[in-house]
């Protein structure tokens, strides 16, 4: 079975720092998707970043970028210059994303 | 706009009732998900469908069931099994089998209470 682990189950940084958020997984297949997925109080599920394993190039979405560790199956997500907004629960998603991580809770602070 | 719709938002349960969960897309997708979600916890799968008329059981089928029957529709019925209910459901959905390729969709969520 495929799993992900986050290793940081809650965090706190200032407004305007930057936050790295940890991701590991395990897979055998080697073409393969990876994604980051934002909870905020309202509980609504979003889809924030999305890695393509055969990609060189970390994705980037606006404040959002990923570090891909392709070798090391690590996928951790970058939040720069965080905004109060940004306070969620964050899941990583392995490849075949259908078993989630634990998450991490992200506290933005004013 | 295309979109999942989970109904009700809040749901009451007495003890030993069934109750159903319901989740409608627009967006075509084959394959769809109900995950429970408890305090402070992460998502736990309780069944997903990649195709109309056939479903899997995920890690905590137990006191659940879902139907199929259209592609649109993925009806989650808690039953009086289920000992322990109260929490947030969330359904989704993807393009593909199991999100691997566009990840997924998913609804605003059921929060279930016993009482």
Redesign the interface.
Known sequence: AQTVTQSQPEMSVQEAETVTLSCTYDTSENN??L?W?KQPP??????VI?QEAYKQQNATENRFSVNFQKAAKSFSLKISDSQLGDTAMY?C?P?????????T?LHILP | DGGITQSPKYLFRKEGQNVTLSCEQNLNHDAMYWYRQDPGQGLRLIYYSQIVNDFQKGDIAEGYSVSREKKESFPLTVTSAQKNPTAFYLCASSIDEQGNRYGYTFGSGTRLTVV
């Open positions: 393969y998707y994604f997925y309202s509980r609504q599920m979003i889809l999305r899941f998603a490849p075949s994303g259908i078993i989630f991580g634990k998450g809770r």
